[in-house]
């Protein structure tokens, strides 16, 4: 028993490049009875920057995003100071003092948190919970590049997304002897889901629940309204979305693609799809790079400060009643 107490102590996060299939993990996992996957916090990207060294962090702590799940400073002030009285550092306190919170309301779980980009701070994560395990899911570049361009959220061009994907493989691959560290490739998720997922759930030492196979069948969808680019996880698995990119990407898109990060999509198994060379792939390329800013400061900044917008005025509304 104390084995198991002990497990659940320490939460496990779902880690890789966006759009690669973090979120249907945590949808299926999140329909075993003994699994709790949080929703993103967002921390070491957004939230660390603003927390001040102060008697009263978790008053910095005040995002649309955590008080959708529930977590507002007040809530959180007494795992915070619980936190404090062991004299850890602010990371530790703040980003377990959440995780705490989501721990304290569902006691009987394994608890787990999903955001993808803290794959690039899993050093951090372990200065905070040492035997921490994580399970980074990865997908075929061109796949990712494809699905980027059906949603609103995010980078849109080529260069800024294949940074993100190489940043990704490659703490993948300095991790690959790592025991506390599972990859997972999502293709084989797609077409072997039994296989994988009892993978996953003999690396958590969980045991098997037939549930999870009907993740899609939630009463709750997981995810905030102005998250809609996750809907796809409401859905049964479906095999489509693996080869898509095929009849999606222009010639040139899948070129660039495999000329920029031919060598790690190669060591990961995936097949090149041109063969002939590119005419001055770096121009492309810097050419993504500088659309990519202008898009950044342009489109994705004021499309996020209007989704925070409405999404505080939901929230408010939803307190009132």
Known sequence: MERETNLRATPFFIVGCGRSGTTLLKSILNAHPNVFVAPETFYFRSIKKRIKESTEPWNSVNFWWLRDAGITPALLRPFVQSRMEHGQNLDAVVFGAIMDLHASRNKNCLIGEKTPSHVKYVDQIRSIYPDAKFIQIYRD???????????????????????????????????????????????????????????????????????????????EPGFAQEQKHHQNTQKPLFRTSINSWQNELKLREVGLIEWSVGSELEALGYDRAVQHKLTFPGLWMKSSEILGIIHRITVRYPRQRIKEAIASRRIARQNVL
Request: hydrophobic share 40%; net charge positive; glycine share 2%.
């Open 141 to 219: 570049p061109r796949a990712v590049y494809s699905s980027f361009k059906k949603v609103d959220v995010g980078p849109r061009f080529i260069s800024e997304i294949m940074k993100e994907w190489l940043v990704a493989a490659k703490v993948m691959r300095r991790r690959s002897d790592d025991k506390n560290y599972l990859t997972l490739k999502y293709e084989g998720l797609i077409e072997r889901p039994e296989v994988n997922l009892k993978n996953i759930c003999e690396f958590l030492e969980l045991k098997w629940h037939d549930s999870i196979f009907s993740f899609h069948s939630r009463k």
